[in-house]
């Protein structure tokens, strides 16, 4: 999802803009050594064909290895809408209140993408990459990699790719990530939000 995220950088508006800052697109140590053309992976360009913001590029590129075998299964309109028309993310550690922007596009092929994060003052930052693989009613799955860092304590670092599941309960108007506890046993609340007239 390294290619996904690198996009990021030209999103208007975005928190991880403010000054050249690291944010969804933050890069991890690495050596200086550059990568023989064998290890380049093949990458997609995929054309974006509706999304939920208007400050991104019209097309995206993708590690192709990291393409779903098939396009977004969808089986709920309303599900289709709260994701299109989403209010942000928010990881509790870093703030109920502030969220941090969340960009879902549907591109050539029939896959839908999610791309988000938030960010703290202090420096936390939460990262989402990844394709949209099924949306139902009350849930989608997300087929990609979810980050943490220095959230709540300064040197926790999280990583892990995967397929996630969110989902609506008790009528609330998020979706909440299922696996509280997949990072060192703490329990963690990420919720991607959708205006309250669509519960």
Request: with cysteine; hydrophobic share 40%; net charge negative.
């Amino acid at each position: 999802m390294r290619r996904l995220s690198r996009l990021c950088t030209i999103f208007a508006g975005f928190w991880f803009l403010a000054a050249g800052s690291a944010g969804l697109a933050h890069a991890e140590p690495t050596s200086q050594q550059v990568p023989s053309a064998s290890e380049v992976p093949a990458l997609s360009k995929l054309k974006v064909l509706r999304s939920s913001r208007e400050d991104v590029p019209h097309t995206i590129t993708v590690e192709t290895a990291e393409i779903p075998d098939q396009p977004t299964r969808l089986f709920d309109q309303l599900g289709m809408m709260r994701l299109m028309q989403n209010q942000g993310v928010t990881l509790q550690w870093i703030d109920w209140d502030k969220r941090g922007p969340v960009w879902v596009a549907v591109v050539e092929g029939g896959y839908w993408t999610l791309l988000g994060g938030q960010k703290s003052d202090g420096g936390a930052v939460l990262d989402l990459e990844g394709f949209i693989t099924e949306i139902g009613t009350d849930y989608f799955d997300f087929q990609g990699t979810i980050r943490m860092r220095g959230a709540p304590d300064a040197e926790r670092v999280c990583r892990d790719t995967r397929t996630w599941r969110f989902e609506v309960t008790q009528n609330r108007s998020y979706y909440r990530l299922r696996e509280f506890e997949w990072c060192d046993y703490l329990t963690d609340y990420i919720d991607v939000y959708f205006d309250p007239s669509l519960r």
